[in-house]
C-alpha cells in the first residue's frame, strides 16, 4: 500500500516563508511526476507546481518566481518552497504522485496540508 504524507503547513505573515514536504512510502517501484496541489475554501482544487522524474518543472502563473518545487527522487520526496506568501495563497496544499508499483501507474494524493497566511 502506497501512502503520501505532507507536513510543513501553518500560520505564517504575508511575505513571509514555508516549506512543504511530501513523503511517499510502501511498495513502491517507480515514480513519475509528483506536484502540489491546493484547494481554498468554495474553490476548485487547482495545479501549483509539478516536477518530473527528470526534474522538468511547471508552475501556475500565480506562484511563478516564488515558489520552488523540487524533489529527492533516493527518499521518494518532493518539496515546495514557498516564499513572499500572499493571503491569496491560503489553501489546503495536496502532494500528488504517479507512481507505478507493479506495471500500471496510478494516481495517489496526500490528505493534504493548511496553509494560512494571515497578519
Known amino acids: 500500500q502506497v501512502q503520501l504524507v505532507e507536513s510543513g503547513g501553518g500560520l505564517v505573515q504575508p511575505g513571509g516563508s514555508l516549506r512543504l514536504s511530501c513523503a511517499a512510502s510502501?511498495?513502491?517501484?517507480?515514480?513519475?511526476?509528483m506536484g502540489w496541489y491546493r484547494q481554498a475554501p468554495g474553490k476548485q482544487r487547482e495545479l501549483v507546481a509539478a516536477i518530473t522524474s527528470g526534474s522538468n518543472t511547471r508552475y501556475a502563473d500565480s506562484v511563478k518566481g516564488r515558489f520552488t518545487i523540487s524533489r529527492d527522487n533516493a527518499k521518494n520526496m518532493v518539496y515546495l518552497q514557498m516564499n513572499s506568501l500572499k493571503p491569496e495563497d491560503t489553501a489546503v496544499y495536496y502532494c500528488n504522485a504517479r507512481i507505478v508499483v507493479t506495471i500500471f501507474e496510478d494516481n495517489y494524493w496526500g490528505q493534504g496540508t493548511q496553509v494560512t497566511v494571515s497578519s
Open positions: 510502501g511498495r513502491i517501484f517507480s515514480i513519475n511526476a
